[in-house]
């Protein structure tokens, strides 16, 4: 599976962007995408996640209710919509896929997507 990410940039503290990922390879219906990010000198962190095909939804606690991840099966691709943007969700965000759903919150990556950044500003 190769990944495609983008859709970074620089955006005001409370608004919003929409970050994009284009897959192709093996079928995706027997992956689960998600979303990471990752701060300078830590590890990458699990953001949300979300089912090829029963479009089940997950979410770190530090999103839920601002960010929204998505698919377009005919387009294989997937989508992170962030509202509300604060200053700590600046960061690196990687496009990935994995066995599941679970995996992927676990950090459990198959694949990864080349970063974008997000960066907040006052």
């Known amino acids: 599976v190769q990944l495609q990410a983008s859709g970074g940039g620089l955006v005001q503290a409370g608004g919003s962007l929409r970050l994009s990922c284009a897959a192709s390879?093996?079928?995706?219906?027997?992956?689960?995408m998600g979303w990471f990010r990752q701060y300078p000198g830590l590890e990458r962190e699990f953001v949300a996640a979300?089912?090829?095909?029963?479009?089940?939804?997950y979410y770190s606690d530090s999103v839920q209710g601002r960010f929204t991840i998505s698919r377009d099966s005919a387009k294989n691709m997937i989508f992170l919509q962030m509202n509300d943007l604060r200053y700590e969700d600046a960061a690196v965000y990687y496009c990935?896929?994995?066995?599941?759903?679970?995996?992927?919150?676990?950090?459990?990556?198959?694949?990864w997507g080349q970063g974008t950044q997000v960066t907040v500003s006052s």
């Open positions: 390879g093996r079928p995706l219906s027997s992956h689960a």
């Open positions: 979300i089912t090829w095909s029963t479009i089940s939804t």
């Open positions: 990935a896929a994995g066995g599941s759903t679970t995996a992927l919150r676990q950090g459990n990556v198959r694949y």
